[in-house]
Each structure stands twice: as C-alpha cells, then as structure tokens.
C-alpha cells in the first residue's frame, strides 16, 4: 500500500521520503502548469520518450517528432521555478532513410536484422539544447555522458540507437554555477535498471546526490514510465 511504499522508500538513508503519482498524460500536465509554476525547491529529472514510445503509427515522421520533443524541452524549462534545474537523459537514435525523413512515416529507427544501414543520426543533445535557447534565461551547466557498459553492442539497445546516451543540465538561475559544485565523472556507467529504456541506478545516484547539495527537495519526472 502507499504507506508501506512510503516507509520503505525512507528506511535505506534514514531519511523522510515521500512519493506521488499523478496519473495524467505529461504535455497536457505541463501545458496547464502555469510558467515558473513547478514548486519552489523542486528540480526535474526526465528523459523525453523516443519516437517508438509517442509516434508507434509514425504519424509523426522524424521531423514532427523533433518539433514535438523540443516543445517538450521548451514546456519544463518555462515551468522551472526560480533557480531550478532540469537534467534529461537522452539517447541518440538513427534514421532508417531519406524518403522516411520527408513523409508522414518518417519515424521509424533501423530495427535489428535490417540492411545494415541508415541515413542521419538524429542528435537529441543538439535537440535539447536549440529548444533551450528559445527559454529566455535558460542555459546549460553542464553535458556528461552516460556508457550503457557492453562495449561489443556496437550500437546500444538495438542497431537504431547509441550505445551512451546523454545526461543534460539545465538551468534558470540567475546564480554562475561554482566549479568545484559536488564533481561527479564526465562519463559515467549506467548500472542497472528495470527496463532496457530506464534510467540506471547508478547514474541516479550520481545526480541526485548532486542535486541535494544544490538544495533540490523534491524531484519532478514528467515521464517517469515504469
């Protein structure tokens, strides 16, 4: 029960946790949050769904879905209270062709046992980082890279994504980020998770470490999937 749940959230650190489910769809969520309207001292910790998760049909195509991600992007960094920070995880995917780009079908990523080939990597750091730039204030503090740990994937979950995937620090802070600001690896090793697409514990823990020292009390994921 959610009691039961609570407790045992709190019995590793010691520490008094607490957990709520919103069962809502996420972009109309944040679409009726009104701006800078996430509470004070809440950070958020995301990664934006794939293609395959929000376009299956490919009604999208590749570009409708990079225009609907960077909408995304937009919508938390314009909810962020003051001084907040947002961290997304993001892993690159490749195109399967050029026509696929140009036409309503275009979302599609190379499937294992296919020809072998693609025709554009989809970059979703770059994504991010041009949707943040449109969010006045908004800047980057800094990029890391999380390693999925088989170094014979030769291409990460399947042969249609990264073997490593990005992690992504925003903010709106008005405040410069100190240098020596709790130092964790520019490369870090995913460890596990419950889902091939989940975050891992290990880069988890790194960052919410990071995140309590900055002052971060309560951690917002818009698509916290499993």
């Not at 036409?103 to 599609?108: E, R």
Request: aromatic fraction near 8%; hydrophobic fraction near 35%.
């Amino acid at each position: 029960d959610e009691d039961g749940l609570r407790q045992s959230a709190g019995a590793a650190d010691g520490l008094n946790h607490d957990r709520e489910v919103l069962v809502e769809d996420a972009v109309p969520w944040l679409d009726a949050t009104p701006e800078r309207g996430l509470p004070e001292g809440c950070c958020v910790v995301t990664g934006v769904p794939d293609i395959h998760e929000v376009d299956p049909e490919g009604r999208l195509g590749m570009e409708g879905y990079q225009q609907w991600f960077q909408r995304v992007v937009e919508l938390v960094l314009r909810r962020l209270p003051a001084g907040g920070l947002a961290i997304f995880m993001q892993t690159d995917i490749k195109q399967l062709s050029r026509e696929e780009a140009a036409t309503a079908g275009g979302g599609k990523v190379v499937p294992v046992g296919s020809e072998g080939r693609y025709w554009r990597w989809v970059d979703k750091a770059h994504l991010a980082m041009s949707a943040a730039e449109r969010v006045q204030g908004s800047r980057l503090l800094w990029h890391k890279i999380i390693f999925s740990g088989n170094l014979n994937a030769g291409g990460g979950r399947n042969s249609g994504v990264a073997g490593y995937s990005h992690y992504l620090c925003f903010t709106t802070s008005d405040e410069p980020e100190p240098l020596d600001s709790f130092p964790f690896p520019d490369v870090l090793r995913k460890g596990l998770s419950t889902w091939v697409s989940g975050s891992g514990a290990q880069c988890l823990e790194e960052v919410l470490a990071y995140l309590r020292v900055r002052g971060c009390t309560l951690v917002v994921d818009p698509f916290c999937g499993e």
